[in-house]
């Protein structure tokens, strides 16, 4: 497909249909509804692996046999680097990595070369916790083993110009890894806070957050991300996204000549209703393709 060839590709979460998806839509459907508009790659996240996480060979293949049936290739894997599996006591690096392996493993057999890692913070501002490198440090080993990237997301309330962002890009450079590297959350633009409809004649306000970031800012990480999370809460009928600066924050990816995948992850309301999120996902791939040229 000649979007594959692209730098930048466009796809869509699984999560975007977290409450459509083994209620009224298999995984199947979720796939025929993302190449119905036009995306090439897909994130998916370690729940919704079958029997996760010891997948039987026959999902495996169910789920490479999709990719293949609907040419969308896997393009980030969702999952946790959770040192904080006990209450009563951090995981030491050695128990962390049985933990880690696993999810490497099958992103490994499932396709996955990018995966976002939820690495365990210490607070709402996502700080990590202490002694993480010695952590990264046995991690990325393990990583390049099973040919992946770990990807830390950006996520509000984080700002692109936290501290640990540059305590990470550091030790990016520092070890030189290609293992390790970001994920940013459109989210972190959010600057808009109108209401929006959450139901049929109802309306909620958007929860303002404490700061948030501004798309030049991107030039910061850009050379060291691997994937973004193209959020969105809300898409209008003249298919504008009404709380995320989306022009401004795609003219930089372009300018910048960022590769990567864009993925689609909606969190807006009435995600309950199959109707009103296939629209969502439509009007903000139609978004997206408008200032991209494609």
Not at 71 to 87: F, K
Not at 271 to 288: G, T
């Amino acid at each position: 497909m000649e979007t594959n060839k692209r730098l930048l590709k466009r796809g869509v979460t699984l999560f975007s249909y977290s409450d459509l998806l083994n209620v009224c839509m298999t995984m199947e459907d979720c796939f025929k509804d993302m190449a119905d508009m036009g995306v090439t790659c897909v994130e998916i996240l370690a729940g919704h692996v079958e029997n996760y996480p010891n997948p039987t060979s026959a999902w495996i293949d169910y789920f490479r046999s999709l990719c293949e049936k609907y040419q969308i290739e896997p393009g980030e894997y969702g999952h946790w680097y959770d040192t904080r599996v006990y209450q009563d006591h951090y995981l030491d690096v050695d128990e962390s990595l049985e933990y880690l392996e696993k999810d490497f493993r099958i992103a490994h057999l499932l396709g996955f070369k990018v995966l976002r890692t939820k690495l365990t913070a210490l607070n709402m501002n996502c700080d990590p916790v202490p002694g993480w490198e010695k952590y990264l440090e046995k991690a990325i080993i393990l990583a390049e083993k099973y040919d992946v990237v770990m990807c830390s997301e950006i996520h509000r309330p984080t700002a692109l110009t936290t501290q640990h962002i540059q305590d990470y890009i550091g030790f990016i450079e520092r070890t030189g890894t290609k293992h390790f590297g970001f994920n940013v959350d459109f989210g972190i633009f959010q600057n808009k806070f109108p209401e929006i409809v959450a139901k049929k004649g109802q309306s909620k306000r958007l929860k303002m957050p404490e700061t948030f970031s501004y798309p030049e800012d991107l030039k910061i990480v850009l050379p060291y991300t691997h994937c973004c999370h193209a959020k969105f809460n809300y898409m209008d009928d003249n298919f504008e996204e009404i709380t995320i600066p989306y022009k401004e924050i795609l003219q930089v990816l372009k300018d910048e000549k960022w590769e990567g995948c864009l993925i689609s992850e909606y969190e807006g309301p009435r995600k309950d209703e199959p109707d009103f999120v296939y629209s969502q996902l439509r009007k903000h791939q139609i978004l997206m393709k408008r200032i991209l040229g494609y």
